[in-house]
């Protein structure tokens, strides 16, 4: 790839020229996969672009886009920024509020919507966007004013000449504004992050070079496209190599799909990867005699492997055997037989967990970034990883920490700013150019960086103990019957915590416990049940600091959810909310 800076509509020239025939885009219709093609791709985005300008958007202009994956998402992205436009999405979770909020602040002259359902938000909100000129369906079809299906779209773009939209391409220079990414609003309103074409395509160019991406890799596309680094990982990857994006059909149908598709890179956030660990778990523990013996020896060499590969030592001389055994058995369940790379963000991941999967022979990359520096700051790579850290800086940039532990980065894959926020930016982009992440971390003699907390996060409790939560969290999700854990203790004299139960574990938890419940609203009030895990935290409070052990508890009688709010779309913990709603409870902890 040109080490030139480059707008988003060369990259797309340039692969549609050179991998036109090759499979762009796959996505199940009718129970079959259709394919669309790189060639296929650059028409409709066209069309798509012209179609917008037939729509009347202008140059700097907002697209809001709200859907679940599919190629209309991308087409329409990729389309809005050919037309001039800047696309925003809106995670499907959000709220008729949180959308108006943000298609308003976006100056949204056109909302592209997946079906009718997000057609009735936009419907409920319609009066307070003066900006909004026309919505577009992705399916389904329109029969009202100012409501367009994706094919009527197209036929609008097909009455507009190329060479208008030919015009606004030639002018999009590449530090210009591109995209907006919403943040997930952890701790007040969305603020707008404004990527330029050269952050989108630098950083893109970055991740391919580093994992070697190619014209014959897959990815699969699942995770909120509203999210940078959905983005970064299916749209953009894909498009700068000419590679492939399979699209889930949901998120529950996540794991047939990724044995269809059997992708090259899998990335996952860390919910996803522990709810894989507890099937693979609860599956392994229907195991007896020889086969189970055999699944022990060989997470056992897997592991060793693992720590090997990172302390560059030989593997055991029986991996080969183990991998044939288990691990390859393991991957082609799991649809991962083929990945080169599978990678996880967005959120702390336990130690546990990542030894989980690299004792099947499934190392698990940490990547380390946020919006504001176009996604990743820092890669793992598969001949170069830790247990626990999250890799070196990516080429190119500089990533320091601050005296108080502030990780601090700089380079081309910083931000231009938040949108129509100078105070915000002023707060987060300093005037050397340093991006503060908020984020505590330490970097090693290797470049290595760790993240220990979030800032902002950091409990300290009424003695002066400064306690990073999300360390003791992934200690106690590791407990097979907990899901969800939520420590307080800021301005305390010591901790509790919150605990949910997975679903899919209650009842055989419940019949390990001795517990006549079987549902996790049952086991959240069973005397026998509680006991039981009273146990299991205490063994996590013996790999505690003393003053980091949990001394007190409640099972909630569910999970903690996206719908309620707890929850951002990239399930991070949303912990002024989670306060809020369960004050009762935790004060309760806190009675004498």
Not at 87 to 103: D, K, L, R, V
Not at 130 to 141: E, F, R
Request: contains cysteine.
């Amino acid at each position: 790839m040109p080490e030139t800076p480059e707008t988003i509509m060369s990259v797309l020239e340039r692969t549609a020229r050179d991998h036109g025939e090759r499979p762009a885009m796959r996505v199940k219709d009718g129970g079959q996969w259709r394919t669309t093609t790189w060639k296929e791709y650059r028409e409709q985005a066209w069309l798509a672009a012209r179609g917008f300008l037939r729509l009347g958007l202008a140059p700097g202009q907002g697209v809001a886009i709200m859907g679940f994956n599919r190629p209309e998402w991308f087409l329409a992205d990729v389309g809005a920024i050919a037309a001039g436009g800047i696309p925003a999405g809106i995670y499907i979770t959000n709220s008729p509020e949180q959308c108006q909020y943000i298609a308003d602040h976006a100056e949204a002259a056109v909302a592209v919507v997946e079906n009718t359902h997000y057609l009735d938000v936009f419907r409920q909100i319609r009066d307070r966007l003066p900006h909004l000129k026309a919505i577009v369906l992705m399916t389904g079809s329109a029969s009202e004013e100012g409501v367009y299906t994706w094919q009527q779209l197209l036929d609008l773009g097909a009455q507009v000449p190329e060479e208008e939209l030919r015009r606004r391409i030639e002018d999009q220079k590449p530090e210009d504004l591109c995209t907006l990414i919403y943040t997930s609003g952890t701790t007040g309103p969305p603020k707008a992050v404004m990527l330029s074409h050269h952050n989108v395509t630098w950083t893109t160019q970055r991740v391919v070079e580093a994992y070697g991406v190619n014209a014959e890799d897959a990815m699969i596309s699942y995770l909120p496209l509203s999210h940078i680094a959905e983005q970064v990982v299916s749209l953009h990857c894909s498009m700068a190599v000419g590679g492939c994006a399979w699209f889930a059909e949901s998120i529950e149908k996540l794991g047939e799909n990724l044995r269809e598709a059997r992708p090259s890179f899998f990335f996952a956030v860390p919910r996803v990867w522990e709810k894989m660990q507890a099937a693979i778990q609860a599956a392994g523990a229907q195991n007896t005699g020889l086969k189970k013996k055999i699944a022990a020896w060989a997470r056992g060499v897997g592991l060793a492997g693992g720590r090997a590969d990172q302390e560059g030592r030989p593997r055991p001389i029986l991996y080969p055997v183990a991998n044939q055994l288990v691990f390859s058995k393991v991957r082609e369940k799991l649809g991962l037989d083929r990945a080169r790379v599978c990678s996880t963000s967005t959120a702390p991941i336990s130690t546990e967990t990542l030894e989980f999967f690299s004792s099947l022979g499934l190392p698990i990359l940490e990547v380390y970034g946020m919006s504001e520096c176009t996604g990743p700051a820092t890669l793992s790579l598969p001949d170069h990883y830790h247990f626990g850290k999250v890799g070196r800086a990516i080429l190119g940039t500089e990533l320091v920490t601050a005296a108080d532990g502030e990780v601090l980065m700089r380079g081309s894959h910083i931000f231009l700013g938040y949108f129509k926020s100078e105070e915000a930016t002023r707060e987060t982009l300093d005037a050397d150019g340093w991006l503060h992440s908020g984020d505590i971390g330490e970097i090693d003699d290797e470049g290595f960086l760790k993240i220990t907390d979030r800032k902002k996060e950091l409990i300290i409790t009424s003695g002066g103990k400064n306690i990073g939560p999300a360390v003791i969290e992934g200690k106690l999700r590791q407990i097979p019957a907990v899901s969800q854990a939520v420590v307080i203790g800021d301005r305390r004299n010591y901790l509790v915590a919150l605990l949910t139960l997975d679903p899919a574990r209650a009842a055989a938890e419940g019949q390990t416990a001795g517990s006549p419940a079987r549902t996790p609203e049952a086991l959240a009030t069973c005397p026998v049940f509680r006991q039981y895990l009273e146990k299991q935290v205490e063994g996590v409070n013996a790999t505690l600091a003393r003053y980091e052990t949990i001394k007190k508890f409640v099972i909630l009688p569910r999970e903690l959810s996206i719908d309620e709010g707890e929850l951002t779309p990239t399930m991070k913990l949303k912990r002024r909310v989670v306060n809020q709603k369960f004050a009762d409870e935790i004060e309760r902890l806190y009675a004498a």
